[in-house]
């Protein structure tokens, strides 16, 4: 993928690896060992920053405006660092700090929340708007946590669950439309 208005970086011999479906909109920063699923959708202005460690986003997932995915490198007592994983299906808010962490399949991080590292949040799970889910703490599936930091509020009704469900297809669907957006403007590569 090559466009003036996204810049992706090697470093370490690490280059970023983004599948050809996915949507990297205008403004973003890809740097290192950054691996981009299938229709994944990285929104404007995101920074995502593996020069210490990786970063790996699962098909259908997306990261919304103005978030900071990063990582930590290994250190004494933990040879495998703090690297971010993020499963398929995930819904990560509008300017999300996501760092050192593992959000599995079809988890939820909400507007302006923050996980740190060798935290997790589970299948089906949420962290809510403004939280912080403080070093390793884990949110099993199917649980809301909120706060600062971050504590258990309540399990998760099928109502919240498909909420967040049509969320990841409405963003898929949604990164297919500005994709077609920018390269009818002359921006960027027609989509996939």
């Known amino acids: 993928m090559t466009r003036p208005d996204v810049t992706l970086i090697a470093i370490h011999g690490k280059a970023p690896r983004i599948h050809d479906t996915a949507f990297i909109a205008p403004g973003c920063r890809i740097i290192g060992d950054v691996e981009i699923g299938p229709d994944v959708s ?35 007592g933990d040879p495998d660092g703090s690297p971010t994983i993020i499963g398929e299906d995930v819904l990560i808010g509008h300017m999300a700090m996501v760092h050192g962490c593992v959000i599995e399949d079809r988890g939820f991080v909400g507007l302006g929340a923050i996980v740190m590292n060798k935290a997790r949040i589970g299948s089906d799970a949420m962290l809510a708007a403004g939280a912080m889910l403080i070093e390793g703490k884990v949110i099993e599936p199917r649980q809301l946590w909120g706060g600062r930091p971050a504590r258990f509020m309540r399990e ?11 969320g990841t297809a409405h963003y898929v669907e949604n990164g297919r439309h500005h994709a077609a957006a920018i390269a009818a403007a002359g921006h960027g590569p027609a989509p996939a």
């Open 156 to 166: 998760l009704d099928e109502a919240a669950i498909m909420g967040m469900r049509i």
């Open 42 to 76: 990285i929104w404007y202005n995101c920074v995502l920053r593996a020069d210490v460690s990786r970063i790996v986003i699962g098909a259908r997932s997306n990261v919304q405006d103005g978030s900071v995915v990063h990582c930590d490198p290994p250190r004494p």
